[in-house]
């Protein structure tokens, strides 16, 4: 049980907006162990992203409970053990791209240089290099999200957490971004959760989970 990274047993998350109770996740229970290979589905507003946000620990349920066994506290997952790559705008405007993904490392005690040969590497394998210098407001919808994989990845965590991916890609370029997701975490031993629209995406995982309404349907477990 303790090599588990992530275990949630009946956990859920509601919110009261102007008077109206949303429950987002409803009794969620599921299990992540090393090396895994799950990919999310379920229409919009099913309560993907607000269950990624409990498992990495962006957000506490309002009942149940997320723990993290083998990665320890809430408070020590990032930046290191848990790396989220979020489906929306979350690279920081006033740095480039290359100050963008060596963020995490430099965060997490990485020395300048550590950290510049460690993004240099990452940017190639992601194909990046040549937007090593542009700012955020340079960038295409499809290359923010590449550079947010790459930052997410930079730090070789234990668990992935990535929310619609290959969402501002086209067909070619989904396909290719998710190879390389793939290849990187097999080199990294990163576990990978991916939550995605995309029936053809979900494929390519060995375990697929599913969300309707706020309820989390695994298989396998």
Request: net charge negative.
């Amino acid at each position: 049980m303790s090599e588990l990274l992530v275990r949630a047993d009946k956990a859920s998350r509601s919110y009261r907006i102007d008077g109206t109770l949303t429950e987002a996740v409803v009794d969620a229970s599921l299990r992540i162990e090393p090396g895994a290979r799950i990919a999310l589905t379920g229409p919009s507003g099913s309560g993907k992203t607000t269950l990624l946000h409990l498992l990495a620990g962006l957000d506490t349920p309002t009942s149940g409970l997320v723990e993290w066994p083998a990665l320890g506290e809430r408070a020590g997952l990032r930046p290191a053990k848990i790396a989220i790559a979020f489906q929306g705008p979350s690279l920081l405007p006033a740095l480039d791209v290359a100050e963008n993904v060596a963020f995490p490392l430099l965060l997490g005690g990485a020395t300048e240089a550590d950290a510049a040969a460690e993004v240099a590497t990452m940017l190639e394998r992601m194909g990046l290099s040549d937007l090593s210098r542009k700012v955020p407001d340079e960038l295409s919808g499809g290359q923010s999200q590449r550079v947010g994989l790459a930052r997410a990845l930079v730090v070789r965590p234990a668990l992935l957490l990535a929310d619609e991916p290959t969402g501002q890609q086209d067909r070619a370029h989904a396909v290719r971004l998710l190879e390389l997701l793939l290849e990187v975490a097999r080199e990294c031993e990163t576990a990978v959760l991916i939550a995605t629209h995309d029936a053809s995406v979900a494929e390519r995982f060995a375990t697929r989970w599913s969300m309707s309404d706020g309820a989390l349907t695994t298989e396998g477990l």
